[in-house]
């Protein structure tokens, strides 16, 4: 009778124990379940743009459901959808300052929502993008809009000032000693050779016999004189550099004294000397032959 009476008080016992742990555990999947639903995640972006270029915020699903702007509306122009939810949202500013735009975006599966700018010139830039698997997304943005950059003029430049330019650089490639020598023998030769030129023109016009100086005797003459100079020029140079260059070997390896001069060694402007030289002898015996010029008789 005591076994009987105590196996039926057990079921009887375990029902209602049964009963509220089948309540408990149905309110606690409900309440995970509107936990998650619920839950929502928060990101924050800071973006540095120009007045009048495009902030946009796009979406793949239409998940954004509410927009709030904080700033100078009057200077904003955003768009505004006939309805909500929507899949994007565009603002743009002609002044400058700051303004705090949060979005709040749901949907019941996955979504993605990416961040870009579009600049006055149609550029798209891509910024930030995310993903939610499911939920609420509440997005900041920190728009400061700021002045475009000032435009910087390219002045442009005439032939004569490029030239001017390239004729400054291609002189520093020589140095002072040969520019000065360059100068005083071009004023030497070129009053000697006025001189000259004005004495056979005098002769010239003396003698009934001797045919007159013309255009092309002048110019054959004035590249005579060119022609003397550059190649006296190129002498002095090579001479110059020749004899520092010997001075220096003697004395560093038959006397062993380490000496220190005045580097005239120089093979680019020993090179341009020759080169140029050569030049106004080409040009010189072009103009005797193509011109039928013949030497000039000198006393």
Same mark, same amino acid.
């Given at each position: 009778?005591?076994?009987?009476?105590?196996?039926?008080?057990?079921?009887?016992?375990?029902?209602?124990? =049964?009963?509220?742990?089948?309540?408990?555990?149905?309110?606690?999947?409900?309440?995970? =379940?509107?936990?998650?639903? &619920?839950?929502?995640?928060?990101?924050?972006?800071?973006?540095?743009?120009?007045?009048?270029?495009?902030?946009?915020?796009?979406?793949?699903?239409?998940?954004?459901?509410?927009?709030?702007?904080?700033?100078?509306?009057?200077?904003?122009?955003?768009?505004?959808?006939?309805?909500?939810? &929507?899949?994007?949202?565009?603002? &743009?500013?002609?002044?400058?300052?700051?303004?705090?735009?949060?979005?709040?975006?749901?949907?019941?599966?996955?979504? %993605?929502?990416?961040?870009?700018?579009?600049?006055?010139? $149609?550029?798209?830039?891509?910024?930030?993008?995310?993903?939610?698997?499911?939920?609420?997304?509440?997005?900041?943005?920190?728009?400061?809009?700021?002045?475009?950059?000032?435009?910087?003029?390219?002045?442009?430049?005439?032939?004569?000032?490029?030239?001017?330019?390239?004729?400054?650089?291609?002189?520093?490639?020589?140095?002072?000693?040969?520019?000065?020598?360059?100068?005083?023998?071009?004023?030497?030769?070129?009053?000697?050779?006025?001189?000259?030129?004005?004495?056979?023109?005098?002769?010239?016009?003396?003698?009934?016999?001797?045919?007159?100086?013309?255009?092309?005797?002048?110019?054959?003459?004035?590249?005579?004189?060119?022609?003397?100079?550059?190649?006296?020029?190129? =002498?002095?140079?090579?001479? $110059?550099?020749?004899?520092?260059?010997?001075?220096?070997?003697?004395?560093?390896?038959?006397?062993?004294?380490?000496?220190?001069?005045?580097?005239?060694?120089?093979?680019?402007?020993?090179?341009? $000397?020759?080169?140029?030289?050569?030049?106004?002898?080409?040009?010189?015996?072009?103009?005797?032959?193509? +011109?039928? +010029?013949?030497?000039?008789?000198? %006393?």
């Amino acid at each position: 009778m005591a076994n009987t009476y105590a196996g039926e008080i057990a079921p009887r016992f375990l029902r209602p124990s =049964l009963r509220v742990f089948t309540v408990v555990l149905v309110m606690a999947l409900v309440t995970s =379940l509107v936990h998650a639903e &619920t839950n929502s995640v928060e990101r924050s972006e800071s973006v540095v743009v120009h007045t009048g270029d495009w902030i946009s915020v796009s979406s793949n699903r239409e998940s954004l459901q509410l927009v709030e702007i904080r700033g100078n509306l009057s200077a904003t122009t955003f768009s505004s959808p006939s309805h909500y939810p &929507t899949n994007s949202f565009n603002l &743009t500013s002609n002044a400058q300052g700051q303004y705090l735009v949060r979005l709040t975006c749901s949907y019941p599966s996955e979504y %993605d929502v990416t961040i870009s700018v579009q600049t006055s010139d $149609a550029a798209r830039q891509e910024g930030t993008s995310y993903y939610v698997s499911s939920g609420q997304l509440l997005l900041t943005i920190n728009l400061d809009f700021k002045a475009p950059d000032p435009v910087t003029p390219i002045a442009s430049s005439s032939p004569w000032d490029s030239f001017v330019g390239w004729t400054t650089r291609f002189g520093d490639a020589f140095p002072l000693w040969v520019k000065l020598l360059y100068l005083l023998l071009g004023v030497q030769f070129a009053a000697v050779g006025y001189k000259w030129i004005g004495f056979e023109s005098c002769a010239r016009d003396d003698d009934s016999a001797a045919s007159r100086l013309d255009r092309g005797n002048m110019v054959y003459l004035w590249s005579e004189i060119c022609w003397k100079f550059l190649l006296t020029a190129f =002498l002095l140079i090579a001479a $110059a550099m020749g004899g520092q260059l010997i001075l220096v070997s003697v004395l560093r390896f038959m006397f062993l004294a380490q000496v220190n001069m005045l580097s005239l060694w120089d093979l680019f402007v020993l090179g341009f $000397a020759a080169g140029i030289a050569a030049i106004a002898y080409v040009f010189r015996l072009c103009l005797e032959k193509s +011109l039928d +010029l013949k030497p000039l008789l000198q %006393d």
